[in-house]
Every structure is written in structure tokens, then in C-alpha cells.
Nanobody, 121 residues
Framework: QVQLVESGGGLVQPGGSLRLSCVASGFTFSAYHVSWYRQAPGKERELVAQVTRLGVSTMYGDSVKGRFTISRHNANSTVFLQMNSLKPEDTAVYYC??????????????WGQGTQVTVSS
């Protein structure tokens, strides 16, 4: 069984911090790039951050650059999203996505169930 399970969401005040975790099982985690997406009510799903399968490269959406950091620990199949200086506009459901990243090969994508982040006074 393939699973991506997000955790770490919650309610924080503006300026606060949260660390999200995504734990994978049932597939070869190190063969997959991992991304964090988010979706707020009535909004389009937005790419927040991505890390390549070996952790060599990362990328961030413009709205979170300098505030969020993505990292991974392949030994225990976990990806983290450290979120600092949180703003109310960061409020959304955050989803973990794994995309097959081995060069010249193809494989399925997997999505987690999401974890709610609410930034409010």
C-alpha cells in the first residue's frame, strides 16, 4: 500500500512558525521528487516548495521565499516543510506530492491527504 501522510498543521498567530512532516511508505521514496502544495478555500492549488530526489536542489514559490524551507531524510522516507514568519495568507490545506524523478524513466505520482494550517490572531 502506498501512503503519504502529512502532519504538523495547526493554528498559529501571524509571525509564528510550524513544521510540517510528510511520511511516505509503500514505494521507493528516494526515486521521487517531493513537493508541497497548498489550497485555500476558493483558491487554486499552489505549488509551495519542491525538493529533488537526492535533496540536491530545492525551489520555492515567490510568496514563500525566505520564509519556508523544504528538506528530506530519505533514510526514514520523510519530507519536512519548515514555515517561519507565517502570514494569514498562508492559511490553507497543505498537501505532500511525490513525483517519479529517475531520469529517462516514468512512474506514478502520489498525493497525501493534506493537513490544515491556519494563521490567525
Amino acid at each position: 500500500q502506498v501512503q503519504l501522510v502529512e502532519s504538523g498543521g495547526g493554528l498559529v498567530q501571524p509571525g509564528g512558525s510550524l513544521r510540517l512532516s510528510c511520511v511516505a511508505s509503500g514505494f521507493t521514496f528516494s526515486a521521487y521528487h517531493v513537493s508541497w502544495y497548498r489550497q485555500a478555500p476558493g483558491k487554486e492549488r499552489e505549488l509551495v516548495a519542491q525538493v529533488t530526489r537526492l535533496g540536491v536542489s530545492t525551489m520555492y514559490g515567490d510568496s514563500v521565499k525566505g520564509r519556508f524551507t523544504i528538506s528530506r531524510h530519505n533514510a526514514n522516507s520523510t519530507v519536512f516543510l519548515q514555515m517561519n514568519s507565517l502570514k494569514p495568507e498562508d492559511t490553507a490545506v497543505y498537501y505532500c506530492k511525490a513525483a517519479y524523478g529517475v531520469p529517462f524513466r516514468k512512474g506514478p505520482d502520489y498525493w497525501g491527504q493534506g493537513t490544515q494550517v491556519t494563521v490567525s490572531s
